[in-house]
């Protein structure tokens, strides 16, 4: 094995466990706190859904108007302090009260905020960028599919504010290995640029016009589609969880292939996600049972598996190397505000039409975002990566 292939062997292995320690233990404290608050501490369902808005607002404030400004050198030292910010928050989150819950909520929000574009970025910083940004998606995946199992082992034996201990080890290999993201740092300062420079960027718009195609549908389904799976068909709540069995197991399969063979013109797997995506939620709407239903939403796994790569691509190809640490963070501030509105708006169509109605009723929204990317496909680095900037 060549030096550069050891290399590029420990840069994945390291892009792996990172993005695994971070994704793992963040779903586990946007899944678990809602628990606790409702379950240990007495929340009302409307305290619930605003401490889960408070976290995702202060995701979005701190992506959208820190993030882009940020030096690579500050974001670099920032994100050190912050991976080791999150291992101490877990103990927090353990011993909180009703009125500390809704600090380290917020803190949390802002901590995992500087993580995620310099995460992103560190991907993007590989000599193969885009074989590196489809396995960083995949080690996402892999989270969803690792963390809530461990979670599941130890909820059979320990209270769920007790959860948050046992992954202060899962948190600590982020921080550990935090220092290796030191090549961010070693980007030129891009951050002088203007914001409506970055907002106008070709490839963000792409991936911002990519990505609602698919998170506008994927954030009422986090939401709602186990609810939806007991409303319809009946099934017991733990049958109703096992909706997101196949979702997500074919949102991983999915990026593992695109890890293993990238693509190079991104037009036919873009139209195809989008394709699936509007089929799949007017199936779901017309599923005769829970079988065929669950077959739908392993069809919906297909383009969240594809699509958040492929946007993340885009985002690489259409910029130089000190522009991404901004453009991810503008990126990530558009879906952090996804998803604080469309679960409300999808719960509110839902009482007039209902759940089932409401969700093949995202159609019109896949429909419309992908009129004006039509526009931006025929654009080179749709179609090449030899046409990206460099960097």
């Not at 009703?98 to 995992?112: C, F, H, R």
């Not at 709602?224 to 709540?237: C, G, K, P, Y």
């Not at 946007?311 to 998803?339: C, D, G, H, P």
């Not at 169509?349 to 093949?360: C, P, R, T, Y």
């Amino acid at each position: 094995m060549s030096r550069l292939s050891r290399g590029t062997l420990a840069f994945f292995a390291a892009l792996i466990a990172m993005t695994v320690s971070f994704r793992a233990t963040n779903n586990m404290i946007g899944t678990t706190v809602p628990l606790v608050a409702k379950y240990e501490l007495g929340f009302s369902a409307a305290e619930v859904g605003t401490l889960s808005a408070v976290y995702m607002l202060s995701n979005l404030i701190v992506n959208f108007f820190v993030n882009p400004r940020l030096s690579p050198q500050k974001a670099y030292k920032l994100f050190i302090v912050s991976s080791w910010a999150n291992v101490l928050l877990l103990p927090v989150f353990y011993l909180a009260d009703a009125i500390t819950l809704w600090l380290a909520s917020l803190v949390s929000g802002l901590v995992n905020a500087l993580l995620v574009p310099v995460l992103m970025t560190y991907a993007s910083s590989a000599p193969d960028k885009e074989r590196a940004l489809n396995l960083y998606s995949t080690a996402l995946s892999l989270s969803l599919i690792l963390g809530p199992l461990y979670e599941t082992v130890l909820l059979t034996r320990f209270d769920y504010s007790e959860v948050f201990l046992f992954f202060v080890p899962v948190a600590l290999v982020l921080a550990i290995l935090s220092p290796r993201v030191r090549v961010v740092s070693q980007a030129p300062h891009g951050n002088k640029v203007s914001r409506r420079a970055h907002l106008s960027n070709p490839g963000l718009i792409s991936a911002i016009l990519a990505i609602t195609t698919y998170n506008v549908p994927f954030a009422a389904i986090t939401t709602f589609s186990a609810i939806l799976a007991q409303e319809r068909f009946h099934v017991n709540s733990f049958v109703a969880y096992s909706v997101y069995l196949p979702f997500f197991l074919a949102s991983f399969l999915t990026r593992l292939f695109m890890t293993l063979r990238p693509f190079e013109d991104l037009r036919r797997p873009l139209v195809v996600s989008i394709v699936i995506t509007a089929v799949s939620l007017v199936g779901q709407t017309l599923a005769p049972n829970y079988a065929v239903f669950l077959a739908f939403y392993f069809l919906l796994g297909i383009p969240h598996g594809s699509v958040f790569p492929m946007a993340t691509v885009l985002i690489a190809r259409a910029s130089s190397v000190e522009e991404r640490l901004a453009l991810n963070s503008y990126f990530m501030a558009y879906n952090n505000f996804l998803f604080i509105v469309v679960p409300p708006v999808a719960g509110l169509l839902s009482d007039f039409i209902g759940l089932s109605e409401a969700f093949a009723s995202l159609v019109i929204v896949v429909i419309a975002f992908s009129l004006p990317l039509a526009k931006y496909m025929r654009m080179p680095f749709f179609t090449s990566a030899s046409e990206r900037r460099r960097g």
